[in-house]
């Protein structure tokens, strides 16, 4: 009829608000995942001395590669967060809505609806983090997102596309499903009801902190063996191969190597994203 509004979807309404929450987030805290990838992959010095902790390497990034080279990579940040938060939120929306009728997850629903979400959004942009992770590195001068997964393709196949899939995985499932547990419980122990709701983004956003905090220091030897593998598939077939090496060139602290900006980025990143999410999903009308 005339002058009727198209009713949208609310599987793509929630994938409109979890790209739009992925892009705030994004552009705000690239600097922290440049800083974490350079530290997962600094070489050793020799001797053992002269470690290079995360405001120094800041300092470095800024003298050598000018303010803005802390936002490299933020190309195919960009090119994974908005449709990957997208697919994220969207797959948790239909899973929520099919799953659970109309009450809260438990604690453990929450850590297979987060961990399922974040496997599908996770395999579907593998070939992008792939490029975002090799662009952060600093060792390689693609022109584009696009001439990067071009390149990727003809020099090492498939295999170089989804290299370091198992380490991405039991990195990103186990983050987003006990962040989601530990997020959800937390709200349901704070008073709502009684909140002003111009203080509920507020209260959201701490639960988000206290949940990526946890989530982080629990995935991080994850992340450094993905972040390892993707920068050189050719050197590790198997996921055993990189663990080995870390653990002889840098003991078990090597394994959570950038630690700090990564446990920053990664709780303020899903903290601001869940708050966007859920402020954006309550202005459409929809539960989030």
């Known amino acids: 009829m005339p002058g009727r509004e198209v009713e949208m979807h609310p599987v793509l309404k929630a994938f409109i608000c979890g790209s739009i929450s992925g892009t705030c987030s994004t552009l705000l805290f690239q600097p922290l995942d440049l800083l974490k990838t350079r530290l997962q992959t600094l070489q050793p010095p020799a001797g053992g001395s002269g470690r290079v902790g995360m405001v120094m390497l800041l300092f470095r990034v800024v003298r050598t590669e000018s303010l803005l080279g802390l936002w490299k990579g933020v190309s195919p940040s960009f ?4 449709p990957g938060v997208g697919i ?13 009728v109309d009450r809260s997850p438990t604690a453990l629903e929450s850590v297979f609806l987060g961990a399922t979400a974040r496997a599908i959004s996770g395999i579907c942009m593998l070939p992008v983090t792939v490029v975002k992770t090799r662009y952060e590195s600093g060792r390689f001068g693609y022109r584009s997102v696009y001439a990067a997964l071009k390149n990727i393709y003809q020099t090492e196949g498939a295999r170089g596309m989804f290299s370091g899939l198992t380490a991405t995985l039991l990195r990103d499932a186990p983050f987003s499903g006990i962040y989601l547990m530990f997020y959800t419980q937390t709200k349901k122990l704070t008073p709502q009801d009684q909140l002003d709701p111009v203080l509920m983004p507020l209260m959201n956003f701490g639960c988000g902190i206290f949940a990526g905090i946890l989530a982080s220091l629990t995935t991080q030897p994850a992340d450094v063996i993905k972040t390892h593998m993707q920068l050189s598939p050719e050197k590790y077939c198997r996921t055993s191969q990189a663990i080995a090496f870390i653990y002889k060139d840098f003991g078990l602290v090597g394994f959570f190597r950038g630690g700090v900006p990564r446990a920053l980025r990664r709780t303020l990143m899903a903290a601001m994203a869940w708050t966007v999410y859920e402020q954006m999903m309550e202005k459409m009308g929809l539960k989030s």
């Open 88 to 100: 994220y939120f969207s797959t948790l929306y239909t899973m929520k809505q099919n799953l659970l």
């Open 79 to 82: 090119a994974r967060c908005i």
